[in-house]
């Protein structure tokens, strides 16, 4: 039953996602990071508005309202109802919904878009497999909305669903 | 629970003192803190998880939580919560996907343990499972269930250290639960390697720790 200490030491070393996490993060441990590590590059789905491909959030030089979902919360449906209304009146405004579920055969990326479409997303859809987001913007709950301003600043953040009225004022601020 | 490890005699005792944080039966280093394990009311670090059977009410089975020899990860809940307990479930989940992804779903295993056994059945744990786009019907995944309220609280608030009381909010038609979140990481002799005490433990983390474990 010994183990070897330095096993912990060479965590990290694998080509798994999380140890390249890892390599180009330095080791987790805090929950949220500064300004300065955003954006992040996340991988966007094939689906209502969206194209597959990459983007980084928050968009570089825009206002941005990333919204934090999961296909399984059933306020985030309304949460994006929501989003949908303000969505109209903001042309200059960039929103993107992402989620942190892993993709597996459970849940399929196909799965992920035909829930967005089916809720009527509108925008760019990305994927968050490994939380990086969720723990960056120190979310602990969904749905979870952040905006950013156009240098990338969190501006407002709120966990559980956000009220049209509140992000309209918080906009009204940034455009 | 305090003296895991004293069974090791008088040279593992004295090897246990020149390193400062060593423990023979983890593998993962002491984590930083500003406790001892002994101080607080969950198994955490390098101590054994308590010696409990439980039932696996999904596949009709029992299981005792020693014996299950591969890292595992546990964590408590109820299907009937709508804030931390979906998180926690997800996480796990995630972990699991990952597992499936990246070829260990075999080396690993995952123990939600429900403290709500009136309302959380087998057939009740399925449909959650699949609003949960958990993957139930893997032989890595067993949702528990103890067999009464009494027994929940032996288990899951006694023996787990996760307290859990419940309400009844006036504006839901349905009682819920105020409860502590903890996620384990064991290994495969049963120790805890880490204890997470967040109500979304990062998932990176759990991964990264779980690979170390696991590879052990």
Redesign the interface.
Known sequence: ?????A??AI??I?L????L??AQNGL??T?SRGDEQFPVRIETLDARGSTAGETLVPTPGTVTVVDLF????A?CDEQLEILNAVYSEYDEVSFVSIT????????TRG?IADWWNRNDGAWTVGLD????L??AFG????PYIVITDADGTIRFSHSGIAEAATLRTQLDTLV | MGAVGATGGIAGCLGSLG?GD?N??????EP?RQFDSSDVPYPAWGQRIPDVTLPAPVESREVNLRDVERASLLTFFYSHC???C??LI??Q??V???A???GYASDVAFFPVTFDPARDTADRLQTYAD?????AAAENWHFLRPASADRAKDVVQDQFGVGFERTDPEEMDMYMFAHSALTLLVNA?GFVERAYR???P????I???L??VR??
Request: aromatic share 2%; proline share 6%.
């Open positions: 039953m010994k183990r070897r200490q096993v912990a965590a990290g694998g798994s996602g999380g140890s996490w890892v987790p441990g929950q999961a296909t399984w919360c306020p942190n579920e892993r993709p597996s055969e459970t849940l799965d497999p490994g939380s990086e969720l723990s979310a602990s709950g969904l | 390193i060593s023979t039966d983890v593998v993962l280093g930083d709508n804030t931390v979906p998180v997800s996480t989940r995630n699991q996907a990952h499936q992804n990246n609003e949960m786009n958990v993957d002799d967040s109500k979304s990062d998932e990176e983390t991964i990264d720790g690979e170390t590879n052990a």
